[in-house]
């Protein structure tokens, strides 16, 4: 089983539409999340960081249920511009430092 | 600015050939990383490290060798032991290892073709 897994996607939406992204973590050490967004042939960028039960900027939400070991992120009134690969990190303590997971990633593809 | 930067942008190797990943960074951050991507799949560790002169092996470190001689470099060799060698490769830091508020940033990545 993988240290983080996430719905396999794509995910193919309308604009205007509320999308969600659920992943699962297998450690249950891990002590923060991490969403991040990707875009196609480019580097993971930060979308929001999860510390507690969970974090909200504008159009995106994220929670985080500890007792379930899983996070999932919100995206309302999707735009265009919202198409990309997002990828669900975990953080974890790991020989005398840190260490982040990457779920393989969910495809979202916003149409007009 | 301040940021990473990935050198070079596409790498071409031929068989049995070793090649070297640039990766700078000036955010005077601690710890480098160097992560494989392949399609449709998570980013995966192939080394890291905490401070210069020192460096830890990730999961999937078996044909690659990295070096940390100066704190903004963290170079990745590439080896010809390394039998898939094709994929995107990226570089991150981090401020500090230990602290859970911290992310990484990365730089824009290098894809490797095998010739």
């Known amino acids: 089983r993988k240290e983080v897994e996430q719905d396999p996607g794509p995910f193919n939406v309308p604009e205007g539409a509320t999308v969600a992204f659920n992943c699962t973590y297998s450690n249950s050490a891990s002590q923060s999340f991490f969403w991040y967004r990707q875009d196609c042939r480019k580097e993971p960028k930060l979308l929001m960081s999860?510390?507690?039960s969970g974090n909200e900027d504008g159009r995106f939400t994220a929670q985080l249920n500890r007792a379930s070991q899983y996070i999932s992120l919100l995206i309302r009134d999707s735009k265009l511009s919202d198409s990309a690969t997002y990828l669900c990190v975990a953080w974890s303590l790991y020989n005398q430092g840190g260490k982040l997971i990457f779920g393989q990633g969910t495809e979202l593809s916003v149409k007009p | 600015d301040g940021g990473i930067t990935q050198s070079p942008k596409y790498l071409f190797r031929k068989e049995g050939q070793n090649v070297t990943l640039s990766c700078e960074q000036n955010?005077?951050?601690?710890?480098m990383y160097w992560y494989r991507q392949d399609p449709g799949q998570g980013l995966r560790l192939i080394y890291y490290s905490q401070i210069v002169n020192d460096f830890q092996k990730g999961d999937i470190a078996e044909g690659y060798s990295v070096s940390r001689e100066k704190k903004e470099s963290f170079p990745l060799t590439v080896t010809s032991a390394q039998k898939n060698p094709t994929a995107f490769y990226l570089c991150a830091s981090q401020s500090r290892l230990r602290d859970r508020a911290e992310t990484q940033y990365f730089g824009p990545g290098t894809r490797l073709l095998v010739l």
């Open positions: 999860v510390y507690s």
């Open positions: 955010l005077n951050h601690d710890a």
